[in-house]
């Protein structure tokens, strides 16, 4: 056994910084922090007093993977703010550009960062140049499949990270129909590829359980990631509007983000593709359902590593979604809905790829913001993630350093967390007496 | 027989603070680049693809996020004296905007919660582009970094690398 002070610094597969320190006294983890290592932008701060319509762009810069994400839910904070009402194709449009979202960014989570740890590799980038080998047939599926994501998302909002689209109320300009029956062909053709890596995340039975509390958003008519009601995995619905009522922060003075609970149940709770297929797995496309019958059958589960499996079906329910929307729709020329600026407070909740994202945005009656508030998916999570170290250095204690290391990264990996900013290192500070 | 390990450009991508825009539109870029770029390129650090990195010898330092605290301040240093080049990719790394927002922030702004990651942090006073810390030999424009800009600067250094 090791004593003293250990320091490990481990780049990691994910996106942002990130450093863990464990005290381990007596063969027990007497405390583990896991520290969000990115100094902070006060992207929230910096809106202030900024006319509204200009504030989406800007706060889709908070991150570069999930940017829509964060752009859709800041224009619906405003419009929810200014009681406008988008019309059905905007809504649409919106549904088809997440899914286009979710598509690529499942697929450089579970491809570029998880699927080295299946092969047994440091990176992609050691993935033999043999057409033979499964891991050289995945990674160039994933190119084929992200590359897909980014394209359907140039067609709808005008590019796949920063979209310059979509604006309060609509769209700035509408995308070209004559794009789509393309689109849809390879759409079509990308399911074989999808549905092999179902298979491949199916078959990885890494496993580790602890929680078992999730909360994600709940459409009114199947499987929604923009419209809904909260739902907690205790059975309570909420209002998105009314987060505060639900979500107790916790600040953490180690780390630049702060935590979150379940009010209620003073709880640590989980966010992302494992709490949306736990709670919703029925919602998912018919289609998406027959073909995956035989894979779904581990859902619900309390398992952290099926969340690479949950968003390898997600992606093949975007796909078939995306397929249903180009096949039916007509675009119909309009032009944003414009209203007169008013004083309001409204919400815009959204399930980001890694988990509930909550806007907030107080307006002035001359249509500027006067207070911005954002809840980020990772930063839910982070008290989750803590705990699951926690428990696993506890059962584990045994193993060497390098191993505990290796698997705390997978679970953390799990999550698929975005720190979205300074890239430090995981250092793992394993401190032993 | 070719050459089992043919020489490569050694770079090295490197991200301070900013959204990561820039790196996630390198992946996709990846997606029909990577053939033909993992032949002459060695990406010898970039934390968001592998585990193992070293940033010693580098060819070129890419550089993407503006420079937030004393320690970026000196880390950017030290990969400045790795590097044979560093280039500044995308607008937070090469003008510090939108990154470095809160240096228009007067004192009504900087609220009690502010101040409270101000105290715990080692936030320096004054968020800095890439050129006001180290000497920059190239600049990638764009929010995300523009695509173009970037293929034209790679192909650049592999010409100067005597690789293309």
Same mark, same amino acid.
């Given at each position: 056994?090791?004593?003293?002070?250990?320091?490990?610094?481990?780049?990691?597969?994910?996106?942002?910084?990130?450093?863990?320190?464990?005290?381990?006294?007596?063969?027990?983890?007497?405390?583990?922090?896991?520290?969000?290592?990115?100094?902070?932008?006060?992207?929230?701060?910096?809106?202030?007093?900024?006319?509204?319509?200009?504030?989406?762009?800007?706060?889709?810069?908070?991150?570069?993977?999930?940017?829509?994400? /964060?752009?859709?839910?800041?224009?619906?904070?405003?419009?929810?703010?200014?009681?406008?009402?988008?019309?059905?194709?905007?809504?649409?449009?919106?549904?088809?550009?997440?899914?286009?979202?979710?598509?690529?960014? /499942?697929?450089?989570?579970?491809?570029?960062?998880?699927?080295?740890?299946?092969?047994?590799?440091?990176?992609?980038?050691?993935?033999?140049?043999?057409?033979?080998?499964?891991?050289?047939?995945?990674?160039?599926?994933?190119?084929?499949?992200?590359?897909?994501?980014?394209?359907?998302?140039?067609?709808?909002?005008?590019?796949?990270?920063?979209?310059?689209?979509?604006?309060?109320?609509?769209?700035?300009?509408?995308?070209?129909?004559?794009?789509?029956?393309?689109?849809?062909?390879?759409?079509?053709?990308?399911?074989?590829?999808?549905?092999?890596?179902?298979?491949?995340?199916?078959?990885?039975?890494?496993?580790?359980?602890?929680?078992?509390?999730?909360?994600?958003?709940?459409?009114?008519?199947?499987?929604?990631?923009?419209?809904?009601?909260?739902?907690?995995?205790?059975?309570?619905?909420?209002?998105?509007? /009314?987060?505060?009522?639900?979500?107790?922060?916790?600040?953490?003075?180690?780390?630049?983000?702060?935590?979150?609970?379940?009010?209620?149940?003073?709880?640590?709770?989980?966010?992302?593709?494992?709490?949306?297929?736990?709670?919703?797995?029925?919602?998912?496309?018919?289609?998406?359902?027959?073909?995956?019958?035989?894979?779904?059958?581990?859902?619900?589960?309390?398992?952290?590593?099926?969340?690479?499996?949950?968003?390898?079906?997600?992606?093949?329910?975007?796909?078939?979604?995306?397929?249903?929307?180009?096949?039916?729709?007509?675009?119909?020329?309009?032009?944003?809905?414009?209203?007169?600026?008013?004083?309001?407070?409204?919400?815009?909740?959204?399930?980001?790829?890694?988990?509930?994202?909550?806007?907030?945005?107080?307006?002035?009656?001359?249509?500027?913001?006067?207070?911005?508030?954002? +809840?980020?998916?990772?930063?839910?999570?982070?008290?989750? +993630?803590?705990?699951?170290?926690?428990?696993?250095?506890?059962?584990?204690?045994?193993?060497?350093?390098?191993?505990?290391?290796?698997?705390?990264?997978?679970?953390?990996?799990?999550?698929?967390?975005?720190?979205?900013?300074?890239?430090?290192?995981?250092?793992?500070?394993?401190?032993?007496? | 027989?070719?050459?089992?390990?043919?020489?490569?450009?050694?770079?090295?991508?490197?991200?301070?603070?900013?959204?990561?825009?820039?790196?996630?539109?390198?992946?996709?870029?990846?997606?029909?680049?990577?053939?033909?770029?993992?032949?002459?390129?060695?990406?010898?650090?970039?934390?968001?693809?592998?585990?193992?990195?070293?940033?010693?010898?580098?060819?070129?330092?890419?550089?993407?996020?503006?420079?937030?605290?004393?320690?970026?301040?000196?880390?950017?240093?030290?990969?400045?004296?790795?590097?044979?080049?560093?280039?500044?990719?995308?607008?937070?790394?090469?003008?510090?905007?939108?990154?470095?927002?809160?240096?228009?922030?007067?004192?009504?702004?900087?609220?009690?919660?502010?101040?409270?990651?101000?105290?715990?942090?080692?936030?320096?006073?004054?968020?800095?582009?890439?050129?006001?810390?180290?000497?920059?030999?190239?600049?990638?424009?764009?929010?995300?970094?523009?695509?173009?800009?970037?293929?034209?600067?790679?192909?650049?250094?592999?010409?100067?690398?005597?690789?293309?």
């Amino acid at each position: 056994m090791h004593s003293g002070d250990i320091t490990i610094e481990t780049v990691t597969k994910i996106e942002g910084g990130a450093t863990v320190e464990a005290k381990v006294e007596n063969g027990q983890v007497k405390n583990l922090k896991f520290i969000i290592h990115d100094y902070r932008r006060f992207y929230t701060k910096a809106v202030v007093d900024k006319p509204f319509v200009a504030v989406p762009s800007f706060l889709s810069r908070i991150c570069g993977t999930c940017s829509v994400s /964060h752009l859709f839910a800041a224009l619906k904070a405003i419009e929810n703010s200014q009681e406008i009402e988008v019309s059905e194709q905007t809504k649409i449009l919106r549904q088809l550009a997440y899914d286009a979202l979710m598509i690529r960014d /499942h697929t450089l989570h579970n491809y570029f960062f998880v699927l080295p740890d299946i092969l047994g590799l440091d990176s992609i980038l050691d993935i033999p140049e043999n057409h033979d080998d499964l891991g050289h047939q995945l990674l160039h599926d994933s190119f084929d499949i992200k590359q897909l994501g980014t394209d359907l998302s140039t067609a709808i909002i005008g590019a796949a990270i920063h979209a310059p689209l979509p604006t309060v109320g609509g769209f700035n300009k509408l995308p070209d129909e004559s794009q789509f029956p393309a689109l849809i062909d390879r759409l079509e053709k990308i399911r074989e590829q999808v549905i092999r890596g179902v298979k491949v995340f199916y078959d990885w039975r890494a496993d580790f359980k602890r929680n078992s509390d999730y909360i994600a958003i709940r459409g009114k008519n199947g499987f929604n990631f923009l419209e809904g009601n909260i739902t907690i995995s205790n059975g309570k619905t909420y209002d998105p509007q /009314h987060f505060r009522d639900f979500l107790e922060t916790v600040v953490i003075p180690y780390s630049h983000s702060e935590g979150y609970k379940i009010k209620e149940l003073n709880e640590d709770y989980l966010v992302g593709s494992l709490a949306r297929l736990n709670l919703n797995l029925d919602q998912l496309h018919p289609r998406t359902k027959k073909d995956l019958k035989s894979f779904l059958n581990y859902f619900p589960s309390d398992n952290i590593y099926d969340q690479d499996l949950a968003q390898q079906v997600e992606t093949l329910h975007c796909v078939d979604d995306a397929i249903d929307i180009l096949k039916s729709l007509k675009i119909i020329p309009e032009t944003p809905v414009k209203k007169a600026p008013q004083l309001g407070v409204g919400v815009g909740a959204v399930e980001a790829p890694r988990g509930t994202l909550y806007h907030k945005a107080e307006v002035n009656e001359q249509g500027i913001i006067s207070n911005y508030d954002v +809840i980020v998916p990772t930063a839910q999570n982070q008290i989750n +993630i803590e705990n699951d170290l926690k428990q696993y250095f506890n059962d584990h204690i045994d193993k060497s350093e390098e191993e505990l290391k290796f698997e705390a990264e997978k679970i953390i990996r799990c999550y698929d967390p975005c720190m979205s900013c300074a890239t430090n290192f995981l250092k793992l500070k394993w401190i032993k007496k | 027989m070719s050459d089992p390990n043919p020489p490569k450009m050694v770079i090295g991508w490197f991200s301070f603070t900013g959204c990561e825009g820039c790196t996630i539109h390198l992946s996709e870029l990846l997606n029909k680049n990577f053939d033909a770029w993992i032949k002459l390129v060695e990406i010898r650090y970039c934390k968001t693809l592998k585990t193992k990195n070293s940033m010693e010898g580098l060819d070129i330092a890419f550089i993407e996020g503006a420079l937030s605290s004393q320690e970026h301040f000196d880390k950017m240093q030290k990969i400045r004296d790795n590097s044979k080049y560093v280039i500044a990719v995308g607008s937070c790394a090469v003008s510090g905007r939108p990154s470095s927002s809160r240096n228009d922030f007067g004192p009504d702004k900087i609220d009690d919660r502010i101040k409270s990651y101000f105290e715990r942090f080692d936030y320096a006073p004054k968020v800095k582009k890439i050129d006001e810390v180290v000497k920059v030999d190239d600049y990638i424009q764009g929010c995300p970094m523009l695509a173009d800009q970037f293929i034209n600067a790679l192909t650049k250094y592999l010409k100067i690398f005597k690789l293309v």
